[in-house]
């Protein structure tokens, strides 16, 4: 398993770590506060024990999910216990907690058919499922700026689509947006799958519309904005002409 953070490569001042596992990549941040640090996703159990050497350098205090898929949401369980933080997520993800067919996806492109369904038939399975676990906090539109109360500067940003409940964070010039765009394959490119092909469509004219330096996604390393408002607006295009 090859790990990457910002000590091997530098993004701005964003602080995350990438472990490749099988040539896919799954990404993990920190965002700085003034009173504790915020983890953004939790990745996979393969990667705990790495990824809790690396936040010892950081005070965690909350855990904030971008989505509740397991290669998301599948340490916060033990994060939380062993970093004694709380938990962040999105209000309508609260019912993927362990239930992944409760979202079934779609594919965002055609090339992603056989992908699409096998990530429905897996994301059923027992293997594939995170244990539950109890939200701390449901975001939702109506608490955005809840995060400025826990010290951060920064922002939730509702970004549905890839789920239903799917959660960014803005801050400063860097928006953590989890799936709603990738960098999977060492480029940016548009998330194979989606709860609501309508709704993520949405969020990436959002995303335009916000327009930050960078994209912090959670597959792959961050991408530069300039690179990545090409590829949502050829897709955007596109998905206009169905």
């Known amino acids: 398993m090859?790990?990457?953070?910002?000590?091997?490569?530098?993004?701005?001042?964003?602080?995350?770590?990438?472990?490749?596992?099988?040539?896919?990549?799954?990404?993990?941040?920190?965002?700085?506060?003034?009173?504790?640090?915020m983890?953004?996703?939790?990745?996979?159990?393969?990667?705990?024990?790495a990824l809790e050497e690396y936040l010892s350098d950081f005070d965690i205090r909350y855990i904030l999910l971008t989505h509740a898929h397991v290669d998301h949401d599948s340490n916060?369980?033990?994060?939380?216990?062993?970093?004694?933080?709380?938990?962040?997520?999105?209000e309508r993800d609260r019912e993927l907690i362990g239930h992944y067919g409760r979202q079934p996806v779609k594919a965002t492109l055609r090339r992603y058919r056989l992908r699409n369904i096998q990530q429905n038939v897996c994301g059923r399975m027992k293997l594939f499922s995170t244990k539950p676990y109890?939200?701390?906090?449901?975001?939702?539109?109506h608490n955005t700026g809840v995060l400025r109360g826990?010290?951060?500067?920064?922002?939730?940003?509702?970004?549905?689509?890839?789920t239903l409940?799917?959660?960014?964070?803005?801050?400063e010039d860097v928006l953590y947006c989890g799936d709603a765009f990738?960098?999977?394959w060492?480029?940016?490119?548009?998330?194979?799958?989606?709860?609501?092909?309508?709704?993520?469509?949405?969020?990436?004219?959002?995303?335009?519309?916000?327009?930050?330096?960078?994209?912090?996604?959670?597959?792959?390393?961050?991408?530069?904005?300039r690179d990545a408002r090409p590829v949502m607006k050829k897709y955007l295009f596109s998905y206009r002409k169905r």
């Open 2 to 37: 090859k790990y990457t953070t910002e000590h091997n490569k530098k993004f701005g001042g964003i602080h995350y770590f990438c472990a490749e596992i099988l040539g896919s990549p799954v990404t993990c941040y920190v965002l700085r506060g003034r009173d504790g640090d």
């Open 39 to 49: 983890l953004i996703d939790t990745g996979i159990p393969f990667m705990r024990r």
């Open 76 to 90: 916060a369980e033990k994060l939380r216990k062993s970093l004694g933080a709380e938990i962040l997520l999105g």
């Open 134 to 141: 109890v939200p701390n906090l449901l975001l939702n539109n």
């Open 150 to 162: 826990l010290g951060f500067d920064a922002d939730a940003v509702m970004l549905p689509g890839h």
């Open 165 to 171: 409940g799917s959660v960014g964070v803005l801050s």
């Open 182 to 184: 990738t960098a999977m």
């Open 186 to 225: 060492k480029k940016p490119d548009i998330t194979p799958h989606a709860a609501s092909v309508e709704a993520m469509a949405g969020s990436l004219e959002r995303i335009i519309g916000i327009s930050p330096k960078w994209l912090a996604c959670g597959h792959g390393l961050p991408v530069a904005m």
